[in-house]
């Protein structure tokens, strides 16, 4: 199947500081990709859905001025997290939608730990 | 999309059949199942999908019934890297629709 990245695997950043998360789908490209998140013993929740070249939509209840998303190539979405908190600390996971592929299927990066200290 | 319901949790030997039943009766004409599995720590890694037809693939067998309204998952001969949790999802295959994810079936492999 394709093949998503994500970047970095695990970090940690101090209360108050931004990070980003990178996004990248490897061997396709993605107009589209989504963003969720995912506290333990949960199931993964849709923050964001990410266009190529356009403002992303965001779920209800989730804050676009808090999780930025910018989707500027075909191949890659980033999201950051401004001012985190530590209760932002959660998996991070980013998606891509393989328009090519049968099934318009959609598939997953390795997700991403956040820890904020 | 049309809701799911799966058994909160299975066992299975290793060695034999894992058979992950689905529930979706409100389901569409024009929605797919889609199914993925999580592995501890790690991204969802899609499984199969299928309309109306049974599908298969290289992981497993997806037996659709002929009303569409439940489905089932099949690991052929699971072993223990299977263990994990399952999620049916049902979703239109075409423009931008997203996966919306349930609780899934945590699937226990026991040696």
Same mark, same amino acid.
């Given at each position: 199947?394709?093949?998503?990245?994500?970047? =970095? *695997?695990?970090?940690?950043?101090?209360?108050?500081?931004?990070?980003?998360?990178?996004?990248?789908?490897?061997?396709? $490209?993605?107009?589209?990709?989504?963003?969720?998140? $995912?506290? =333990?013993?949960?199931?993964?929740?849709?923050?964001?859905? *990410?266009?190529?070249? *356009?403002?992303?939509?965001?779920?209800? @209840?989730?804050?676009?001025?808090?999780?930025?998303?910018?989707?500027?190539?075909?191949?890659?979405?980033?999201?950051?997290?401004?001012?985190?908190? !530590?209760?932002?600390?959660?998996?991070?996971?980013?998606?891509?939608?393989?328009? @090519?592929?049968?099934?318009?299927?959609?598939?997953? %990066?390795? %997700?991403?730990?956040?820890?904020?200290? | 999309?049309?809701? &799911?319901?799966?058994? /909160? *949790?299975?066992?299975?030997?290793?060695?034999?059949?894992?058979?992950? !039943?689905?529930?979706?009766?409100?389901?569409? @004409?024009?929605?797919?199942?889609?199914?993925?599995? $999580?592995?501890?720590?790690?991204? /969802? $890694?899609?499984?199969?999908?299928?309309?109306?037809?049974?599908?298969?693939?290289?992981?497993?067998?997806?037996?659709?019934?002929?009303?569409?309204?439940?489905?089932?998952?099949?690991? !052929?001969?699971?072993? #223990?890297?299977?263990?994990?949790?399952?999620?049916?999802?049902?979703?239109?295959?075409?423009?931008?629709?997203?996966?919306?994810? +349930?609780? +899934? &079936?945590? #699937?226990?492999?026991?040696?």
């Amino acid at each position: 199947g394709a093949v998503v990245s994500q970047h =970095p *695997s695990w970090v940690i950043c101090k209360s108050g500081t931004s990070v980003k998360i990178e996004c990248r789908s490897l061997d396709f $490209q993605a107009t589209t990709m989504f963003w969720y998140r $995912q506290f =333990p013993k949960q199931s993964l929740m849709l923050m964001a859905t *990410s266009n190529e070249g *356009s403002k992303a939509t965001y779920e209800q @209840g989730v804050e676009k001025d808090k999780f930025l998303i910018n989707h500027a190539s075909l191949t890659l979405s980033t999201l950051t997290v401004t001012s985190a908190h !530590p209760e932002d600390s959660s998996f991070y996971i980013c998606s891509a939608r393989d328009g @090519g592929a049968v099934g318009n299927t959609i598939y997953f %990066g390795e %997700g991403s730990w956040l820890t904020v200290v | 999309d049309a809701k &799911t319901t799966q058994p /909160p *949790s299975m066992d299975c030997a290793e060695g034999r059949a894992a058979n992950l !039943p689905c529930n979706h009766s409100t389901i569409s @004409g024009n929605e797919y199942v889609y199914w993925y599995r $999580q592995i501890h720590s790690q991204g /969802p $890694q899609y499984i199969i999908h299928g309309l109306k037809n049974n599908e298969t693939n290289e992981m497993a067998s997806l037996i659709i019934t002929e009303d569409r309204k439940s489905s089932t998952l099949i690991l !052929p001969h699971a072993t #223990l890297r299977d263990t994990a949790v399952y999620y049916c999802i049902v979703r239109v295959n075409f423009g931008n629709e997203k996966l919306t994810f +349930g609780t +899934g &079936t945590r #699937l226990t492999i026991i040696p």
